[in-house]
């Protein structure tokens, strides 16, 4: 296998992705109706109660709108993340997996391709968002929305990886409703997406423990740093981490040698 | 693959090289065996019928085949490649008709082979001219711009052949690629994929339980419970059965007395 051999592969999987996405018109406006209904319901009712100091990377007072789209960004990308796994269980039982995995090229090469497919999609979400927000006033410098780019990449891909993974370990899509509970809102809500962490300090330094461990968190850091041009070394350093342990999991889990695959059918029914 | 040409070597150029040749392959799940020692070749232009009942193993002996997952004891070959050792050499010389329905539901004909294509790295243009050429021998040429949701249980079978030959393999496998098709598709499903084997010299291993499938000529590697009871020319094992027909020889053989069913062409 060639190069560009590698090189077609990824734009066939890519190109699928995306019309498969553009086929699902209701996912793209479900995909941005929830991040604008926290910015600007959730956000304006709770501009007055929440107080926030001045903190990097913002130089002046700014907004709760302005404060919380980061992590609505991040969010974007945690619900894509949690939909590829869900599109992923639900190909392995109808069996379109098994189109992706008969292909010669190497398994962990066709799981990367995959993954770097559902970013894409997560990208063109985010973008969206933040120029729909952008045009109610709440905006970046200019600048930032390139350079917030790479880490909007990175991001996508640890938490791309994270569903990958979860997809290895999940035996029936029923079981998918449980990633709804007990992912997706603890990882959500014990980070720094809705409230700045030394706020959660105040209240219980637990919580605010379990905050700073959390992968989430520092996704929202890095793209909130990056999205003001300047780069969190502490959350890239943790995200690019998480990334690699995640897909080297998940690599691991869809391993025919090893993994769910091979032990899938042995399972009590 | 040298040794095997040693043992065969007859035909020049390495032709005797086994299509596919399954050797000594057990797998479990858990504690219950699926494959016990199983062992078969087919040959290059070889119309092969793996015949057995719901649950015999083919399933999980095409799931070996593909890589789904690996084989823990044995090894298979596809003309000589060890499917565990180098599985790209192996999956890049077959085909597979899987028994579930693989195609991408809401893309159009043409969008699911271009898929597929481009997991086999082929370029866009090489693929487009090969995936109409497929489609217009398998008449639905003009269905290539349809949704795959608009085509009928047989129309997407032969879509699926379409897909499963745009590469070129050289090992086609059919996993119970008749199963909801009228008796009409069945035929001309079959009709097609034995005119492979003429035309193209392409090996096939076709697993069902139906055996009004099998013909005279084919291999017929009978699998129950995980083990090879037969693997001959159906006429050979008729024979060697002292049975009049194969369904008589598959009941003898199988032990699965009982079911009467005369006329039935299903495995009993």
Same mark, same amino acid.
Not at chain 1, 261 to 269: D, L, N, S
Not at chain 2, 91 to 115: E, K, P, W
């Given at each position: 296998?060639?190069?560009?051999?590698?090189?077609? !592969?990824?734009?066939?999987?890519?190109?699928?992705? %995306? #019309?498969?996405?553009?086929?699902?018109?209701?996912?793209?406006?479900?995909?941005?109706?929830?991040? #604008?209904?926290?910015?600007?319901?959730? %956000?304006?009712?709770?501009?007055?109660?929440?107080?926030?100091?001045?903190?990097?990377?913002?130089?002046?007072?700014?907004?709760?709108?302005?404060?919380?789209?980061?992590?609505?960004?991040?969010?974007?990308?945690?619900?894509?993340?949690?939909?590829?796994?869900?599109?992923?269980?639900?190909?392995?039982?109808?069996?379109?997996?098994?189109?992706?995995?008969?292909?010669?090229?190497?398994?962990?090469?066709?799981?990367? !391709?995959?993954?770097?497919?559902?970013? !894409?999609?997560?990208?063109?979400?985010?973008?969206?968002?933040?120029?729909?927000?952008?045009?109610? @006033?709440?905006?970046?410098?200019?600048?930032?929305?390139?350079?917030?780019?790479?880490?909007?990449?990175?991001?996508?891909?640890?938490? @791309?990886?994270?569903?990958?993974?979860?997809?290895?370990?999940?035996?029936?899509?029923?079981?998918?409703?449980?990633?709804?509970?007990?992912?997706?809102?603890?990882?959500?809500? %014990?980070?720094?997406?809705?409230?700045?962490?030394?706020?959660?300090?105040?209240?219980?330094?637990?919580?605010?423990?379990? !905050?700073?461990?959390?992968?989430?968190?520092?996704?929202?850091?890095?793209?909130?740093?990056?999205?003001y041009g300047e780069v969190n070394l502490l959350a890239l350093a943790v995200v690019a981490g998480c990334t690699l342990l995640f897909m080297g999991l998940a690599i691991y889990g869809y391993d025919p040698g090893? @993994?769910?695959?091979?032990?899938?059918?042995?399972?009590?029914? | 693959?040298?040794?095997?040409? =040693?043992?065969?070597? /007859?035909?020049?150029?390495g032709a005797a090289t086994p299509a596919l040749a399954v050797e000594g392959v057990s797998h479990s799940f858990g504690k219950r065996r699926a494959l016990d020692e199983v062992s078969f070749t087919v040959a290059?232009? $070889?119309?092969?019928? &793996?015949?057995?009942?719901?649950?015999?193993?083919?399933?999980?002996?095409?799931?070996?085949?593909?890589?789904?997952?690996?084989?823990?004891? *044995?090894?298979?070959?596809?003309?000589?490649?060890?499917?565990?050792?180098?599985?790209?050499? =192996?999956?890049?010389?077959?085909?597979?008709?899987?028994?579930?329905?693989?195609?991408?539901?809401?893309?159009?004909?043409?969008?699911?082979?271009?898929?597929?294509?481009? &997991?086999?790295?082929?370029?866009?243009?090489?693929?487009?001219?090969?995936?109409?050429?497929?489609?217009?021998?398998?008449?639905?040429? $003009?269905?290539?711009?349809?949704?795959?949701?608009?085509?009928?249980?047989?129309?997407?079978?032969?879509?699926?052949?379409?897909? =499963?030959? &745009?590469?070129?393999?050289?090992?086609?496998?059919?996993?119970?690629? /008749?199963?909801?098709?009228?008796?009409?598709?069945?035929?001309? &499903?079959?009709?097609?994929?034995? *005119?492979?084997?003429?035309?193209?010299?392409?090996?096939?291993?076709?697993?069902?339980?139906?055996?009004?499938?099998?013909?005279?000529?084919?291999?017929?590697?009978?699998?129950?419970?995980?083990?090879?009871? =037969?693997?001959?020319?159906?006429?050979?094992?008729?024979?060697?059965?002292?049975?009049?027909?194969?369904?008589?020889?598959? /009941?003898?053989?199988?032990?699965?007395?009982? /079911?009467? *069913?005369? *006329?039935? $062409?299903?495995?009993?």
């Open positions: 296998m060639t190069a560009v051999q590698y090189l077609r !592969c990824l734009r066939g999987i890519v190109w699928r992705e %995306a #019309l498969r996405f553009l086929h699902q018109r209701e996912r793209f406006v479900a995909a941005l109706v929830r991040p #604008l209904v926290w910015l600007f319901i959730f %956000a304006a009712g709770f501009r007055a109660v929440l107080g926030l100091s001045i903190m990097p990377p913002y130089e002046t007072y700014v907004l709760y709108e302005v404060y919380i789209t980061p992590g609505l960004i991040a969010m974007i990308q945690l619900f894509n993340g949690m939909q590829s796994s869900l599109s992923m269980v639900y190909d392995r039982e109808m069996g379109n997996m098994r189109t992706l995995l008969i292909s010669p090229l190497p398994r962990w090469y066709l799981l990367s !391709c995959k993954l770097l497919a559902g970013v !894409c999609v997560s990208l063109l979400q985010v973008y969206v968002f933040l120029l729909i927000a952008w045009s109610w @006033g709440i905006d970046a410098p200019l600048l930032g929305y390139l350079t917030v780019l790479p880490a909007l990449v990175l991001s996508g891909l640890m938490l @791309g990886a994270l569903g990958m993974l979860l997809s290895s370990f999940i035996k029936q899509l029923e079981n998918f409703a449980g990633i709804m509970n007990f992912v997706i809102f603890p990882m959500f809500f %014990a980070s720094s997406a809705l409230y700045p962490l030394w706020r959660m300090r105040e209240s219980s330094l637990l919580l605010y423990q379990i !905050c700073s461990f959390n992968p989430f968190t520092h996704a929202v850091e890095l793209i909130r740093f990056a999205l090893r @993994g769910m695959m091979a032990r899938r059918r042995g399972a009590p029914a | 693959m040298s040794t095997a040409e =040693a043992i065969a070597g /007859t035909t020049p150029e290059a232009g $070889e119309f092969a019928v &793996l015949l057995g009942q719901n649950g015999a193993g083919k399933t999980t002996l095409f799931s070996l085949v593909t890589r789904l997952y690996d084989n823990r004891s *044995g090894a298979i070959r596809i003309f000589g490649h060890e499917v565990r050792r180098r599985p790209s050499e =192996a999956l890049a010389r077959i085909g597979v008709v899987f028994q579930q329905r693989t195609l991408d539901l809401d893309l159009s004909v043409t969008q699911n082979l271009l898929y597929h294509a481009a &997991l086999h790295g082929m370029p866009r243009a090489e693929a487009r001219a090969r995936g109409s050429a497929e489609l217009a021998r398998l008449d639905l040429a $003009e269905r290539a711009r349809d949704k795959v949701r608009q085509l009928s249980g047989g129309q997407l079978r032969r879509v699926e052949i379409a897909r =499963a030959l &745009l590469h070129e393999p050289k090992l086609l496998l059919l996993d119970e690629p /008749t199963v909801g098709l009228d008796i009409g598709s069945r035929q001309s &499903l079959l009709n097609h994929v034995r *005119g492979l084997v003429r035309e193209q010299n392409l090996g096939i291993l076709w697993a069902t339980h139906l055996i009004d499938e099998v013909a005279e000529d084919d291999r017929v590697i009978l699998l129950h419970q995980g083990k090879v009871l =037969a693997n001959d020319r159906a006429e050979a094992v008729v024979r060697q059965s002292g049975t009049a027909d194969l369904k008589a020889a598959f /009941t003898a053989l199988t032990g699965a007395g009982g /079911t009467g *069913g005369e *006329g039935q $062409e299903r495995a009993p």
